[in-house]
């Protein structure tokens, strides 16, 4: 049983910026790609961020290109994103995501295992 762990979400003003966590257990964590995707209430989940099983590709959407940043330890299990220059309309529940290869997609239909989420929420 594949579990993945969302931590680091909270309140922060525009401009400020926050670090999210994701713990993995129960498979080989370091074999597989990684993702953050995001919903805001009324909203469709949208890809955020992925990297691949090494860390060696990573990959951003558009609306965060320049401000957040992917990276993971596989000696930890963990993948991390790390948010910077926060805006209002990042406020959302933020998921990570297990890969069923090794590349960073965007797609999440090639994503086998999801966290429960954790909400961050930018006040302006």
């Known amino acids: 049983q594949v579990q993945l762990v969302e931590s680091g979400g909270g309140l922060v003003q525009a401009g400020g910026s926050l670090s999210l966590s994701c713990a993995a257990s129960g498979r080989t964590f370091s074999s597989y790609g990684m993702g953050w995707f995001r919903q805001a209430p009324g909203k469709e989940r949208e890809f955020v961020a992925a990297?691949?099983?090494?860390?060696?590709?990573?990959y951003n959407a558009d609306s965060v290109k320049g401000r957040f940043t992917i990276s993971r330890n596989n000696a930890k299990n963990t993948v991390y994103l790390q948010m910077n220059s926060l805006r209002p309309e990042d406020t959302a529940v933020y998921y990570c995501?297990?890969?069923?290869?090794?590349?960073?997609?965007?797609?999440?239909?090639?994503?086998?295992?999801w966290g429960q989420g954790t909400q961050v929420t930018v006040s302006s």
């Open positions: 990297i691949s099983w090494t860390g060696g590709s990573t």
């Open positions: 995501a297990t890969a069923k290869g090794g590349m960073a997609t965007p797609n999440p239909q090639l994503y086998g295992y």
